[in-house]
């Protein structure tokens, strides 16, 4: 919600609102990531914001802070199998949200997006770079062949358009000016 943080003058202090505060009191939206990550006073602080009350009281303002109808509040979460301290969260927190399930991305939708982001790459060096990343996930996550230590991995989008930028960087990875090169 806010902190108090040290002003100019030497030894005093005042409040600055945080992230979730300013949202409300801006009717703006909220996305709350990896939520199954957050301890449990922060979803029980939540609980206000999202039942029939629509409010979060802070106490060291001594305020409710009302949301506005403009004001929207999202969360993601990943499946608790990726383990990272993911818990399960109560059916009746869950409840509260409309919940959508994401599928992964398949291969052509990993290729759309890395070139319509970095058109000046080169589609086969893109098209390998998804192959190798999905196969570091089926080695990793499914056949557990590879890196059983530091166990769960993740390759996905991300570390595919990690790949893109420092390929656009470089210019080995793009198409040739001259067709007979």
């Given amino acids: 919600m806010g ?3 040290p002003c100019e003058d030497l030894g005093t202090f005042a409040w600055s ?3 979730l505060l300013q949202a409300i009191q801006e009717g703006s939206w909220v996305l709350l990531d990896e939520l199954n990550l957050a ?7 939540l609980n206000s914001l999202l039942d029939h009350r629509s409010e979060v009281f802070v106490p060291e303002l001594g305020r409710v802070f009302r949301c506005p109808p ?3 509040l999202f969360a993601t979460q990943n499946p608790l199998s990726e383990g990272s301290g993911r818990k399960g969260l109560p059916q009746s927190f869950l409840n509260r949200f409309t919940r959508v399930k994401v ?3 398949a291969r052509e939708d990993l290729l759309f997006i890395a070139l319509r982001q970095h058109g000046s790459l080169d589609r086969g060096c893109v098209e390998k770079m998804i192959r190798l990343t999905e196969l570091l996930h089926r080695r990793t996550m499914v056949d557990c062949t590879l890196g059983q230590e530091g166990w769960p991995w993740d390759f996905n989008l991300r570390d595919v358009l990690r790949w893109c930028q420092l390929g656009a960087a470089s210019d080995q990875v793009r198409p040739s ?3 007979n090169a």
């Fill in 39 to 45: 301890s449990q006073s922060v979803l029980e602080g």
């Fill in 103 to 105: 599928d992964p991305l």
């Fill in 70 to 72: 403009t004001f929207q």
């Fill in 177 to 179: 000016a001259s067709p």
């Fill in 3 to 5: 902190t108090d943080l």
């Fill in 17 to 19: 609102d945080g992230p």
